[in-house]
């Protein structure tokens, strides 16, 4: 596979979670708020930002990874 191949893959890898991880979500947060009450809003959104920047950054170092690994 090409670096692009790859990195595409990645990144369709990624989205697959993102994707399934938000409609998952509903039943997942209903879960989560039964078992553990504390759990606020607050923290769902960090975890959100969380995921995101995450991401973001992991796909950035597969990129450098791929350029410099020639």
């Not at 553990?36 to 450098?64: K, N, Q, R, Y």
Request: glycine share 12%; proline share 3%; aromatic share 12%.
């Amino acid at each position: 596979m090409g670096r692009k191949a790859t990195i595409f893959g990645i990144w369709v890898i990624g989205y697959s979670l993102g994707f399934l991880g938000y409609l998952a979500a509903p039943m997942m947060g209903t879960w989560l708020l039964s078992i553990l009450p504390s759990l606020a809003l607050e923290s769902m959104v960090g975890a959100l930002i969380s995921g995101i920047v995450s991401s973001v950054i992991v796909t950035f170092l597969v990129m450098l990874w791929a350029r410099f690994s020639e």
